[in-house]
């Protein structure tokens, strides 16, 4: 144990009352309170960007490939589903799943209401994951091997506003060339993700829907859609995509597909990082004057020690190793603070939100390991660097002055 850290203890360790013990307190109360405000703000954060992200994914899967001369429109092109990287693709490092689909713009026309939709057709290859904690009646679509099935699924959103219910019937229209053409469809299911945007738009339906009303071969897709395991690698997977399907077909991340939607969500993080800058210059500037009050507590500790022959260096260390304890205290019940808080959001939801403009219907919560350790760290290292500066006032304390008027 060096000299200077059994000072530092027993400076801690005292008992007795004196002027900087309360001002510790506040000091450790100061760092605790913006590591926890830092620790809820990036939790909340990183979770609503997740579950807004997994929302968007949900409907239109990490990659798509369609035809290379698709102009963005809903009547896309049809493509053979005899390729080379189907469905062998998904076995590919980092691709969880592809499927095929197909879309066609349509109409809803009920006795008293009327609605533009985009039928989206799905095949037996379809990962439904997604929607199976999303359905609030019914069920999903079950698909069968020989004949389609005329059963689809609504959202909640757009069952409310034409009002429609569960097993009712729903006639849609479609153009197909000069050529209006109507189709009578059954509600099996209703969902629900929040995205409202999404929820009024799409409807959900068998592929062979589409092939037959676009007039393509049964073996004639839309394109197809790409899952990866890890959101992180979008853009390198593809890339990776892009190179495997070949020169007639384009492959266009989520990203590329909703830049709306992924440069708001981006935009969040601004507003945290003001929120943490602020957070650590308060506990920064909090603990330079804990650390001045004690210094000018211990003066004469500081003259006697100069007079001992103790260094500069050695007394700086001394009140840096006080100050350290302390912002170890804060981070300690900082974190405790902002976990404890954190699980009782995630686990009982307490904090509401309106699902129609926040996209989801209470605060989300995302604990990420690696983020509370960035964190703690960050608090630690700036607010220990901006401690060097005060702690050069023991420099200039006069051994002889200090002892003498102690």
Not at 6 to 21: D, E, G, P
Not at 77 to 83: E, F, N, T
Not at 93 to 107: D, E, L, M, N, S
Not at 298 to 317: D, F
Request: hydrophobic share 45%; proline share 3%.
């Amino acid at each position: 144990m060096t000299t200077e850290f059994f000072i530092a203890r027993k400076i801690l360790s005292k008992n007795k009352a004196n002027f900087s013990r309360p001002v510790v307190r506040i000091a450790i109360v100061s760092i605790a309170l913006g590591l926890a405000t830092m620790f809820i703000a990036v939790a909340i954060l990183t979770g609503f960007q997740k579950q807004v992200r997994e929302k968007v994914i949900g409907f239109g899967a990490h990659i798509q490939i369609s035809h290379f001369d698709e102009n963005f429109s809903l009547e896309t092109k049809p493509i053979s589903i005899r390729q080379d990287f189907y469905p062998s693709l998904q076995n590919a490092p980092g691709i969880k799943h592809i499927q095929v689909f197909a879309t066609k713009a349509g109409i809803i026309k009920t006795a008293s209401e009327i609605q533009g939709i985009v039928l989206k057709g799905i095949g037996r290859d379809y990962d439904h994951s997604f929607f199976n904690g999303k359905m609030v009646a019914g069920r999903f679509l079950q698909l069968r091997d020989t004949g389609k099935t005329n059963d689809i699924l609504v959202s909640k959103n757009l069952a409310s506003l034409l009002k429609l219910r569960l097993n009712d019937d729903v006639r849609m229209y479609f153009i197909s060339g000069s050529t209006t053409l109507a189709r009578k469809f059954k509600i099996a299911g209703i969902y629900e993700t929040g995205l409202e945007e999404f929820d009024k738009l799409y409807v959900l339906c068998d592929i062979r829907h589409i092939q037959k009303l676009n007039g393509w071969q049964p073996d004639e897709v839309g394109g197809f859609e790409v899952t990866i395991n890890n959101f992180d690698d979008l853009d390198r997977m593809g890339q990776y995509v892009y190179r495997q399907i070949g020169m007639t077909l384009d492959a266009r991340t989520i990203r590329d597909l909703y830049p709306q939607i992924f440069d708001w969500l981006d935009l969040q993080d601004i507003n945290v990082l003001i929120i943490l800058i602020l957070m650590v210059l308060v506990s920064g500037i909090t603990m330079i004057s804990t650390l001045l009050i004690l210094i000018l507590e211990r003066t004469n500790m500081i003259g006697i020690l100069k007079a001992l022959g103790m260094p500069n260096g050695g007394i700086r260390k001394i009140f840096i190793l006080n100050a350290v304890y302390v912002i170890g205290q804060g981070l300690f019940w900082g974190n405790l603070t902002g976990l404890a808080l954190c699980l009782l959001q995630q686990r009982f939801g307490i904090i509401s939100l309106p699902q129609e403009s926040y996209y989801v219907s209470v605060v989300p919560i995302n604990l990420d390991l690696l983020n509370i350790l960035i964190l703690n760290a960050g608090t630690l290292l700036v607010c220990t660097a901006m401690l060097i500066i005060p702690s050069y006032v023991t420099t200039k304390i006069s051994p002889v002055k200090a002892i003498r008027f102690s």
